[in-house]
């Protein structure tokens, strides 16, 4: 996969409903990409999410579950945000990928700006 389809897969990210954002970081725990780039807190999410599935992993092995392996985590919080990591392999190289959701989209947020002031424009 080149740089260019990566990129593009990346942009198509971006484009779904929820998306705010994601950190790909490869297995040294160190961010390659994030998007916003100045609002995400890049290294915060390696170092954390690195750590996670290192233990992920070993905790699989425990368990006894050696013919799988893991793929995909989902994480919801109760700030109505959902952190997706998925472990994705690109030519010889592991990269880790964080994805961002907010949960609350659509009617939702419609609903909660017409509480917050019946039209009133935020500051």
């Known amino acids: 996969m080149s740089n260019n389809e990566i990129d593009a897969a990346l942009s198509e990210l971006?484009?779904?409903?929820g998306v705010e954002g994601y950190v790909v970081i490869n297995y040294d725990g160190i961010p390659v990409k994030?998007?916003?780039?100045?609002?995400?807190?890049?290294?915060?999410?390696?170092?954390?999410?690195?750590?996670l599935i290192t233990k992920t992993k070993s905790t699989l092995k425990?368990?006894?579950?050696?013919e799988s392996?893991?793929?995909y985590l989902r994480m919801r919080t109760k700030f109505d945000k959902e952190i997706i990591?998925?472990?994705q392999i690109i030519g010889?190289?592991?990269?880790?990928?964080?994805t961002i959701h907010s949960c609350k989209f659509g009617p939702v947020v419609?609903?909660?700006?017409?509480?917050k002031g019946?039209?009133?424009?935020?500051?």
């Not at 971006?14 to 409903?17: A, R, S």
């Not at 419609?110 to 509480?115: A, G, T």
Request: no cysteine.
């Open 14 to 17: 971006m484009t779904k409903t």
């Open 34 to 51: 994030s998007h916003p780039e100045n609002s995400i807190p890049a290294v915060q999410y390696a170092a954390l999410v690195t750590d």
């Open 62 to 66: 425990m368990l006894d579950m050696s």
């Open 69 to 71: 392996d893991f793929t």
């Open 85 to 87: 990591v998925t472990n």
């Open 92 to 98: 010889a190289n592991e990269y880790i990928l964080i």
């Open 110 to 115: 419609k609903e909660e700006k017409e509480k």
């Open 118 to 123: 019946e039209g009133e424009e935020e500051v």
